[in-house]
């Protein structure tokens, strides 16, 4: 197999010629690329969870209000959601190892302000501008892989290693935040991402290749309106969920009126992108019925599993009294299941399919989904939690490895970083969908268990004063989380059934194709951009 540089793929680029395969450098600098990408990704996914665990702390600490305190992850995730596309797009045609190292450079440096905060407007503002560095980086990172390693098992192997870093930020958040809030500072959730950020960053510009500028310029008006309209919707979503009191907020003006802005915007976008010559995700990107498949697939694994680490969080927290440390250590067991499932999925992809393994997967991870639904205020943690926690990673490890994989197939090189960030628009925009939906038929359920609750002890002619009272309070609302929680599950579950539907409507994707043996050669990107990109 010839062998390029990055040197003339650039310069093949620069022509206007989209290379059949990605260059391949040296094993050796193949294994350090991939290093630097994963640890970038487990960095920006971390971020998600870590300043979950120091939310209490960080409000005692800058006098937040209970509304304005949902601006610390609300912030980071409007500025994130709503610059995805933008982001990978300009790894397109700005040269992905330059985007891929200013968006952490922007991470690094608000993680840096955000540590130093003195009021609630700097950490917020400091939130948003992490999310702006995630947002450059997390799609050029994905999309470095697609151009750097070849179809086949070098790029199957990045992927996996990708894809399980992208799964595994999330409890290794919950632990590193329990540990830094422990044993050191809430400040510290934001301080430990520069050094990371800054050595990453150094080492990229060293080992990561070039991948050259694409002719073109930027779609403005779909940037615009797909940036705006992505962020509208995170926003009205992040604020719709039902409250812990049982008060419904989706009749509320600022949520009606951000919902109807992205609606309006996102068909403003769709609209531009069928005739804009040069646009900002091209139409040829969504023909793929695999690919569109990946991305939906890809907001289903959103919707259910953000929403599921978070209210599993609180019920342990909450109901069986974990310490935020204790609460981490309790999903490491999940961590060895996901890695097993990812190596297992890299050797089989290439002998079984993906489709097999994608149904295999969504079925895991609904039954995972389903258990946990069963988990009450007097389960234990080996029934309760460990055994869904072990079948949902067994699950979540094929279909990370897979819509990442999947949707990046038979992809143009000039179009891997705005369909990389497809995937990475699904999760995130899935995590909104799932803490607003999951939310809402929750904290409904556990507002109707209390006053069911209740009704039936007066009925009953309870009466309990003093720490009797207290105690018998306190039973009702554990009971009650358990009830409304496990609803919540119970849509985690119809969600990821619904994975295991497009899985086998959608996905047709063949052994040849993901081995990198059945690929079609690639027409010029000047030749592809003349055409009718509707």
Request: charged share 10%; glycine share 10%; with cysteine.
């Amino acid at each position: 197999m010839p062998t390029e540089t990055p040197h003339t793929t650039a310069a093949a680029l620069e022509e206007g010629a989209v290379p059949a395969a990605p260059a391949a450098p040296a094993p050796r600098r193949l294994g350090l690329a991939l290093a630097v990408i994963a640890t970038a990704q487990l960095m920006v996914v971390l971020d998600l969870t870590i300043v979950t665990v120091a939310l209490p702390h960080i409000q005692t600490a800058l006098h937040f209000s209970g509304s304005n305190l949902e601006w610390v992850v609300n912030g980071y995730a409007v500025a994130f959601g709503g610059l995805l596309l933008l982001g990978g797009r300009a790894g397109d045609l700005l040269e992905r190892r330059r985007v891929f190292i200013a968006g952490l450079l922007v991470f690094s440096l608000a993680s840096l302000l955000g540590g130093l905060a003195t009021d609630q407007a700097w950490l917020i503002t400091a939130r948003a501008a992490q999310g702006v560095g995630a947002a450059m980086a997390a799609p050029t990172a994905l999309s470095l892989i697609a151009v750097t390693f070849p179809e086949g098992p070098p790029r199957t192997r990045a992927t996996a290693v990708y894809s399980a870093t992208a799964i595994l930020g999330i409890p290794v958040g919950l632990v590193a935040g329990g540990l830094l809030v422990t044993y050191a500072s809430w400040r510290w959730v934001m301080f430990v991402n520069v050094p990371i950020g800054l050595v990453v960053a150094a080492l990229a510009a060293r080992v990561l290749p070039q991948s050259g500028r694409r002719a073109g310029r930027f779609d403005l008006p779909g940037a615009v309106t797909a940036t705006a309209g992505v962020a509208a919707l995170v926003y009205g979503l992040s604020n719709a969920a039902t409250t812990p009191d049982g008060a419904s907020h989706w009749g509320d003006a600022k949520v009606i009126a951000a919902l109807a802005a992205a609606a309006v915007l996102l068909a403003a976008f769709a609209v531009i992108e069928t005739r804009s010559t040069d646009p900002l995700l091209p139409v040829r990107v969504l023909r793929s019925r695999d690919r569109t498949g990946a991305y939906l697939i890809s907001l289903c694994v959103g919707t259910a599993l953000l929403g599921m680490f978070f209210f599993l969080t609180l019920f342990i927290q909450e109901v069986w009294g974990y310490s935020p440390l204790k609460t981490g250590v309790a999903y490491l067991p999940f961590v060895p299941v996901v890695l097993a499932a990812t190596v297992v999925t890299q050797h089989a992809v290439t002998r079984i399919g993906a489709r097999p393994l994608l149904i295999a997967g969504s079925t895991l991870g609904a039954g995972g989904m389903f258990w946990l639904s069963r988990i009450t205020e007097h389960s234990t943690f080996v029934g309760g939690m460990l055994g869904p926690e072990m079948v949902l990673g067994a699950g979540l490890g094929p279909l990370f490895v897979l819509i990442f994989l999947v949707g990046l197939t038979k992809v143009r090189n000039d179009d891997a970083g705005v369909a990389s960030s497809l995937v990475n628009v699904g999760q995130q925009v899935g995590g909104s969908v799932g803490l607003a939906i999951l939310g809402t038929v929750a904290w409904s359920a556990v507002a109707g268990s209390l006053r069911s609750q209740a009704a039936a002890a007066a009925t009953a002619g309870v009466h309990a004063t003093g720490a009797r009272a207290a105690e018998v309070q306190a039973r009702m609302y554990d009971h009650a989380l358990a009830t409304g929680f496990s609803r919540g599950y119970l849509v985690s579950a119809g969600v990821l059934a619904l994975a295991v539907i497009i899985a086998l409507t959608m996905i047709r994707v063949t052994r040849q194709d993901l081995s990198g043996t059945g690929a079609e050669p690639m027409a010029p990107a000047d030749d592809a951009r003349s055409s009718n990109p509707a």
